[in-house]
């Protein structure tokens, strides 16, 4: 067993890194820790080598600078809408479920240009898959899978009959390097990736952010004024701090070591990105807000060649959102918010109220 005390090894017998260093040296070391852990299809992120390099190389201009830019229009009508309702019924509101959920919703349904009649069965799927992820459960997980692979099926039956000229369409014309077409199920596990995935991160994104600018009043002011590059800083650092994204797996391709704990071919490690987060080896005060200061060791969107494809247009999301609430006013707890349960993190609820 490791000396190291970030380093541990679960119920599962599997070894969870919380070390900085070794989190960032195995992220990226895609040949010694593959990302092939899942026994279901996940494109791109549970892809490895030339496969992985194919697929990012076919995905990651849908959601490069350019393709954010041509859609940072419609993110601000869609953040400065959803908010200026909630700000008209004068009442509190949830900043996960009424205004994350929601805004994640019409944000990814205006990026893959999906008709606003998918937004209620979405959101009854974001907040069914947030209980399913509580439990933990391998068939409540799946059930909860089966159901939005079901979503998209059908639309992506739906675009064949009726093809537009949009982001789902453009995915579907997609083709590998020797001029194959991409299945279905290939189809299916990007959206899910892309969707799915996004949908509940950027809702429990959206309560971390509100929450620390609730208990934190002293920045509203400076960060309603800041440029988008500092905003984006300020994001970045808050979500370090209390990371939603709780961690990765990646399975040992040879004998090593991992801060000097023995692992075996075949065996699973568990990447811990809060931990490693909140090192007080890389980051001396972790409760301490210095986006500058912690910007180039900050693992929110990972690191390596699988860092995250989407942390420029969730970068985007998040900072009109902000931007449109501290527009809008100044934002006020609003009774006593409720964290989520491990294995999920960020929270369940945050009331509050714009002033």
Not at 295 to 300: D, E, S, T
């Amino acid at each position: 067993m490791s000396t190291n005390e970030r380093i541990s090894v679960d119920g599962h017998g599997r070894v969870v890194i919380g070390d900085h260093a070794e989190v960032t040296r195995i992220a990226r070391d895609a040949a010694g820790f593959s990302s092939a852990v899942s026994r279901h299809l996940q494109v791109p992120n549970g892809l490895d080598g030339a496969a992985h390099a194919e697929m990012r190389h076919l995905l990651d201009p849908f959601m490069d600078a350019d393709a954010v830019a041509q859609l940072l229009p419609e993110l601000e009508r869609i953040a400065a809408d959803l908010v200026a309702r909630l700000d008209a019924a004068d009442a509190p509101f949830g900043a996960v479920a009424d205004l994350g959920a929601r805004f994640a919703v019409r944000a990814q349904s205006a990026w893959l240009g999906w008709l606003p009649e998918w937004e209620e069965p979405l959101l009854q799927w974001v907040a069914d898959n947030r209980v399913a992820s509580r439990t933990g459960h391998p068939r409540a997980t799946a059930e909860i899978a089966d159901r939005f692979d079901a979503i998209i099926r059908e639309l992506l039956r739906r675009r064949r009959e009726q093809p537009r000229d949009d982001v789902t369409t453009r995915l579907m014309g997609l083709r590998h390097s020797d001029g194959s077409a991409l299945r279905d199920d290939e189809l299916v596990s990007i959206l899910r990736n892309v969707t799915g995935g996004d949908l509940g991160s950027l809702a429990l994104c959206t309560g971390v952010i509100v929450h620390w600018l609730a208990v934190h009043p002293e920045h509203q002011d400076h960060l309603a004024a800041a440029s988008d590059a500092d905003l984006d800083a300020a994001i970045d650092e808050i979500l370090r701090a209390d990371d939603p994204f709780v961690s990765n797996r990646r399975r040992v391709t040879r004998q090593t070591e991992v801060g000097g704990c023995p692992v075996h071919a075949g065996q699973i490690v568990v990447l811990d990105w809060r931990a490693a987060n909140r090192d007080p080896a890389v980051f001396v005060e972790p409760d301490a807000f210095d986006p500058a200061a912690h910007a180039a060791a900050n693992l929110v969107y990972g690191t390596g060649p699988h860092v995250c494809p989407g942390r420029l247009l969730a970068t985007a999301e998040l900072r009109v959102l902000v931007r449109a609430l501290l527009t809008a006013g100044r934002i006020e707890p609003a009774g006593d918010p409720e964290r989520e349960q491990a294995p999920v993190a960020g929270f369940r609820a945050v009331p509050v109220r714009l002033v």
